[in-house]
DNA sequence: AATCGACATGCGGGAACCCGCAGATTTGGA
DNA sequence: TCCAAATCTGCGGGTTCCCGCATGTCGATT
């Protein structure tokens, strides 16, 4: 059995080969990659069914790495092993994990117990096992209080990413005013009206501040946005000649 | 001679410690936190005056426990060891050191080397050794041609906060139209200008995309942000009283 | 069939924002 | 001491943004 770990800082790296070494004695070969790139491409020559991806990496972080992998194989088993539990990881994973695929998320402040049990669950008996910190973002994320449309995440990335609400009305096909109306159910489930003691004035731009509190509470980080940037710039490419 | 090693990642510590260890032979007590607190109790506690400090912690950062650490006593000795070069991180330390003190800053991705070269040349010799990489931030910040004015950086945290033009200029002192002013100039040097080839309409809303790519850029970053949230928040609570 | 909720769209107005212009004030050297 | 550069300030305007109100569509429920 072959067992490929993906993941950039080197200690990591050392601690996750002996980590697998010890839960997996039925696996004689660990191949290592520093980055998702590198990753990606051992996968692919080894053929590897089973890997280890930490997520943030540069260059090609770990979703990135993981939908190529998946793409090719996606019965591969895959465990995600990740410093956050961001609402921004969360949502990417979801979004491309293969239907029965087997796959994990474990934080890196895991004990070596529950990695070990994770490692064994999802490359020995194709379970899935998701720490119980990111469950709790799942939750949320598929519709609760504090769960957000798939729309309305849409507009926050956009004004995330800068653009006018004319621009985001283009690029999303709407009208100017159904934006400004996802907006506003935006500006209301970040909870981002102030107080608003009798007649104080306003202290906040509400759009500014709408990415500034999801940038807080982690619902945008920084390589998803690095993400967005790049898809936009693909699509500013596009729009540039279609609107001459 | 002691030395106080605080990190909040348990590989990186116990790293850190054979590190130290290997490089001064003439360490006999080495001491680990894994937050900025603990770290500040300790060192209070030992008196220490060798410290290594991760960046990046919670609760409280290394530029805080710095802080307070340096506050009680200037002459310590501390090497900051980071993930990253930002910004953020620089102009936060090259703000709290005090004179005459010897410090470092050395990224994780330094050699083993080089990490002993600095920690002997640190605690030892008492100089100072900053990674090249970071060096480089340092002299830009210090007023290039991509250098950012104190007074600019300040109105960049401030939109990042989501905050009112009025509300900035009630907050720094200013009236609104130096505020707008500033947010000009910070527009003109973060290049957040579109081509505007020929008639072409304006696609980035100026204040949402000087934040966006401040933070691609790495100019800002979560831990600032949180703790520029902090500062605002003491500031409304005395705004809120003042004004009535 | 009637009703309800979620979403899209148009209109209109008040506030905030972006910015050119021009005068005042401060600052840092010759 | 005096000049030049940088910074602060007010005015006026065009644009964008925020949002209440009204209308229309579509699917699910009763």
Known sequence: MKVLIVEDDPLHRAY???????????????????????G???????????????????????????????????????????????????????RIVPAGA???YVLKSASDERLRLALRSIFIEDQCVI????????????????GFTDSEYEVLIDIALGLTDRTIARRRNLSLRSVQ???????????????NDGD?????NLR??????????KLVNHTALERAEMDLARWLERDGHTQK
Not at 65 to 71: D, M, V
Not at 131 to 146: I, T, Y
Not at 187 to 195: D, N, R, S
Not at 208 to 217: D, E, I, K
């Open 40 to 94: 990606e491409r051992l996968a692919r020559e080894h053929t590897s069914e089973r890997v280890v991806l930490d997520l943030q990496m540069s260059p090609r972080n770990g979703i990135e790495a993981a939908r190529t992998i998946w793409r090719e194989r996606p019965e591969t088993r895959i465990l995600f092993w990740s410093n956050y539990a961001d609402e921004a990881n969360v949502r990417g994973i979801s």
């Open 131 to 146: 720490d119980r910190e990111v469950r709790g973002l799942q939750q949320k994320s598929a519709g609760a209080v504090s």
């Open 181 to 195: 109306n996802r907006l506003q159910q935006l500006y209301e489930k970040l909870g981002v009206y102030q107080p």
């Open 200 to 204: 104080a004035e306003a202290r906040f």
């Open 208 to 217: 500014s501040r709408a990415v500034t509190v999801s940038l807080l509470r």
């Open 102 to 104: 087997a796959y994990g």
């Open 16 to 38: 996750l080969g002996e980590a697998v070494r010890a839960a997996l004695p039925e696996c004689d070969t660990v191949l290592e990659a520093a980055d998702g790139l590198a």
